[in-house]
């Protein structure tokens, strides 16, 4: 199974009772979705200096990473999925295809996708022969998504306990990596086929919530990879 996803996506960095505030209004429009709260775990792909992330905090035009995500602690019938994410002029465009278990651990993501005939396949062959990237960090958090009644186009998650590592670099421990936000910050994410709607765009003003460039990838990169380098390059100079 191969899906397309194609979406404006604003992200907000909000504090509990922001966060708290914005449900309760979201709560007239939106329904949580049928997974409820869930944990999602996700394997960034890059370069052995960093090329791909570096790349991206430089807000380019076009920009584009690739991730191995799963949703829950995997076990025998869990699905992996291989995405290739792109943003164009501020489009995210996202392409994944299904990974099985036993084919994952029976050899690696290359292999899967140069042997597997499908478009998407095709283009993520395309991106692992055209960029030397290599599993380089572990990035989770527990997600509550929610879905427009009137708008099934809108969907707005809420993602904390985000944590992070550079090693140990699997699926089996989600609860084990360093913080990312502090304990009461969430990070908030609006995705929509068009246009915000006006009422959630007026919850936003009343309680001062205003967008953010966050990315988790990339807050790990220059707040626990960067600046060591940086550091280090200091010392020996």
Same mark, same amino acid.
């Given at each position: ?11 907000y ?6 966060a708290?505030?914005i449900?309760?209004?979201? @709560? ?6 049928? !997974?409820?709260?869930?944990l ?10 960093? =090329? ?5 905090i430089e807000?380019?035009l076009?920009k584009?990473?690739?991730?191995l995500?799963?949703y ?9 999925y291989?995405e ?8 995210v ?5 299904d990974?099985?278990?036993k084919?994952? !651990? ?8 140069s042997?597997?005939? =499908? ?7 395309f991106?692992?022969?055209q960029n030397?990237v ?14 427009g ?5 809108l ?7 985000i944590?992070?590592?550079l090693?140990?670099?699997?699926f089996?421990n989600?609860?084990?990596g ?8 969430a ?6 086929l068009?246009?915000m ?7 936003? @003003?009343?309680?001062e919530?205003?967008?953010?460039p966050f990315?988790k990838y990339?807050?790990?990169y220059?707040?626990?990879i ?5 550091r280090?390059v200091?010392?020996?100079a």
């Open positions: 199974m191969q899906s397309i996803f194609k979406r404006y996506e604003m992200k960095l909000v504090t509990r009772e922001q708290e505030a449900r309760r209004i979201m @709560s007239q429009h939106m329904v949580p979705d049928h !997974f409820g709260e869930y999602v775990q996700n394997l960034y792909y890059d370069t052995d200096d960093w =090329s791909v992330i570096r790349d991206s807000k380019p076009y584009e990473k690739m991730r995500r799963c829950g602690v995997p076990d025998c019938d869990s699905k992996f291989l290739l994410k792109k943003k164009y002029k501020g489009i465009y996202k392409r994944r295809i990974i099985l278990p084919d994952l !651990f029976g050899g690696s993501v290359r292999e899967i996708v042997e597997e005939d =499908s478009q998407i396949a095709r283009e993520l062959d991106y692992l022969k030397a290599s599993e380089k960090i572990y990035i989770s958090y527990k997600r509550i998504a929610y879905t009644v009137e708008d099934e186009g969907r707005v998650t809420f993602d904390t306990d944590r992070f590592r090693d140990r670099l699997h089996w989600p609860w084990e360093g913080a990312i936000l502090p304990r009461d910050a990070l908030m994410e609006v995705k929509t068009g246009g709607p006006l009422w959630l765009a007026r919850a936003l @003003s009343e309680n919530v205003h967008p953010s990315s990339g807050a790990c220059t707040g626990f960067m600046k060591p380098i940086e280090r200091q010392i020996s």
